[in-house]
């Protein structure tokens, strides 16, 4: 295999970033260095899942009244390890946990940043070898440095997030981030151990042929949703319909792959469930930022992610996120926003 030296390594592409900041601390850099080393970690685990006896329930469960795995908690031990013995984060919150963990040292106490995460989304694939994934968002605390932080520098609304990105755990593991510059993939080459620019400067097209949602709750969701899905599966000149349905069940995945190729993915309220399943700080805000930053758009069905002001740590919300001119098609149904 001929080895392309030019390609830049996740360091050297935010060291270049930076050098065109000369203000900048590189706390920024550092934290996203952080979150890369703990998804090595979570990588090499995962992919022995199948080879050690690290499959199954713990028998707890968590704070969504959900069965914890063995990986998830490997997974939010190593987040929140790397960060606590890290310089460049005053505290966390995990879905995995019921509450914030403040990193109440003298050099914590003194970052500019929170990070939020899901360290592994998607966890109940992990039994079947599909694809899985950590999610994260970063906000610059709102309480003066010096001091502790507290739930109000974690309570803040996504359009607040200086970074937020997510790794998948695929056919390749992938890390991909978004700041106000832009959105780069870096896919994991483990002949050196580093993350290498694959896909820089990502956009989702405007439009695309694939839509994504759970099926099995089709009459659980409202009519506007409905009459929007009943759309995607017609036959129509305009929209290049009917489109492909694709859904894996693990977020990540199925938006990675909407980004990348133009899609809709949905998690609408439904019946039982009117704020449906996915967690507003831990997996939309992120995705949110992203996507939009990569020229899509996600809502709740009725305002901007992005724009939500979170009330509590873990509180769900319907999400809809894509490629623009999906949106606005899903919009035609369920109101602009
Ligand atoms: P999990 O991390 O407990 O598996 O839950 C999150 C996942 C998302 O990644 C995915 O989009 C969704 O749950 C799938 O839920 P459903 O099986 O209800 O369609």
Redesign the pocket.
């Known amino acids: 295999m001929i080895v392309n030296r030019q390609v830049l390594t996740l360091d050297e592409f935010t060291i270049k970033q930076l050098r065109d900041f000369p203000n900048a601390t590189g706390e920024l850099s550092g934290l996203l260095r952080d979150i890369g080393l703990a998804a090595k970690r979570v990588n090499v685990e995962v992919n022995k899942a199948g080879l050690v006896d690290i499959l199954g329930d713990t028998g707890t469960v968590n704070i969504?009244g959900?069965e914890v795995k063995k990986m998830d908690e490997f997974a939010n031990d190593q987040l929140v390890g790397v960060l606590r013995h890290g310089i460049n984060c005053a505290g966390i919150a995990s879905?995995e946990l019921d509450d914030i963990v403040v990193f109440d040292d003298e050099v914590s106490n003194n970052s500019k940043y929170i990070c939020m995460f899901?360290p592994?989304?998607?966890?109940?694939?992990i039994d079947v070898n599909v694809s899985i994934g950590t999610i994260f968002g970063v906000y610059r605390r709102v309480t003066p440095k010096g001091t502790p932080v507290t739930m109000d520098d974690f309570l803040q609304a996504g359009n607040k997030q200086v970074a937020a990105g997510y790794i998948i755990y695929g056919s390749s593991t992938i890390l991909v981030y978004a700041t106000k510059r832009g959105v780069n993939g870096f896919t994991l080459d483990p002949s050196i151990g580093e993350y290498s620019l694959s896909h820089p400067d990502i956009k989702c097209p405007p439009t695309g042929r694939i839509y994504s949602v759970?099926h099995?709750?089709f009459f659980q969701y409202e009519d506007p949703v409905r009459n929007y899905i009943n759309v995607c599966q017609k036959k129509n000149k305009s929209n290049g319909g009917p489109y492909t349905q694709r859904?894996i069940?693990?977020?990540?995945a199925?938006v990675h792959r909407n980004l990348v190729k133009g899609g809709i993915?949905m998690?609408p309220g439904t019946i039982d469930k009117p704020n449906g399943?996915?967690r507003l700080l831990y997996?939309c805000n992120p995705f949110a930022y992203i996507v939009e930053k990569a020229g899509g758009k996600a809502t709740d069905g009725k305002q901007r992610i992005l724009d939500i002001q979170p009330k509590e740590l873990h509180e769900r919300t319907p999400f809809f996120i894509g490629s623009i001119e999906m949106m606005e098609e899903l919009e035609s149904f369920t109101g602009k926003v």
Not at 120 to 125: E, I, R, T, V
Not at 249 to 252: A, Y
Request: hydrophobic share 20%; net charge negative; glycine share 12%.
């Open positions: 969504q959900e879905e899901d592994l989304d998607g966890s109940s694939n759970n099995g709750n859904y069940g693990s977020m990540v199925d993915f998690y399943k996915l997996e």
